[in-house]
């Protein structure tokens, strides 16, 4: 699947496109069209964190229905400074596990994956009025229109990252798919790089080790600006969205150099180890989500060295079906009952609200669809077997 993909794009260098300033993106929020809007079904009470092989699909696992349950909990509002506290509730979610000697996930652009798609011209879909004539085209670059496309060797397919609206599938960020640039503008308000093959800093590797470094703090947008260590950490990657904030942390020297610059960030310092997210954050809208994770071997620490941030285990796409916060995510994300065998490494925010969405087949009652699949999105995450091309 992957290399079928690989001929279907124009590969570019990326040494020229990093010669040249980065223009920050205005500071408004992605347009949102208000058709888009997902429906909230109802929220299980009930734990459920049993995790399920799919048939015929070794090396896959899922949680369908999931559902984590948080108590009361209470928490100071940052901007009024008030004492509120958050009822007891629950995140509901389906979450696919990978076993990654057996699959991968690979990022597309989808645009030229449907535009390239034959059995679809294009991507093209007619609407028909209620006379029966043809009332005009329109292309929807959307997670239903993939879904038709890609083959059944695609497990699943989940949305990555932000596009700029209901009828432009462009990146909100940077993104590189296959080192072809699709997207160089970052984001303000997106603060983490997610890097799916980092091929020089895990060359002696022979598994997919994804990465997730910050991008930019205190308002630098420009390259030129960076320090030399994320230059290299962003060229050395064939598939790159930007996205954030990552939930679960990594003791990297990137998180180390983030939390020492204190500000808003050093509420950090009174959550739990590895916590990327803050309890006051409970004051701020919970919506939809995907979510991009790694987990790690449930054996000591080695303290030799503390600072490596792979090679992980397994990963994993966890799609909401409730609005949920970040501080919830990240409380179930940081719990081993989530694992079962294993324990949190890190996790990132991909995207939510009405542009998320995820679909997973191969299950036993058929396939499940979650979130906005009519949404036109730019970038998506997609699972597939491994094989020696990849």
Known sequence: MRSSLNNRRRLSRLGTAFSVSLAALAFAHPTIAAEEKPPEPACATKANLTWLALPNASGLEVIKDGAYTLPALK????KT???KEAPARAVCFTAIRVDKTKYQIDLIDVRDAIESAPATKGGVSRSVSSSGKSAGAAVRYSMRTLTEILGPEVKAIANAGWS???GRPDPVGAAFVNRKVVALDPYPSLSTFLCLDNKVRWANEKVQVPAAFWFTQSGKFSIQEWSQKKRERVQACDDLIQVGPRIIEIEDQDYKDM???GGDLACLADEPPKSGVCRRSLAR????RTIFATDAPDIAVDAANAEAD???RRLYIVATSNKVSLYDAQMMLLDPAF???AKAH???NMAGHTQMGMVARGLPDGQVEIGNLDANIATALIITPQTKAN
């Open 75 to 78: 928490f100071t509002d940052q």
């Open 81 to 83: 400074g008030e004492e």
């Open 164 to 166: 700029r609206g209901a």
């Open 259 to 261: 939390r020492a610059e």
């Open 285 to 288: 809208r919970a919506t939809f």
């Open 310 to 312: 792979g090679p992980e």
């Open 339 to 341: 694992y079962g065998d």
């Open 346 to 348: 890190w996790a990132v």
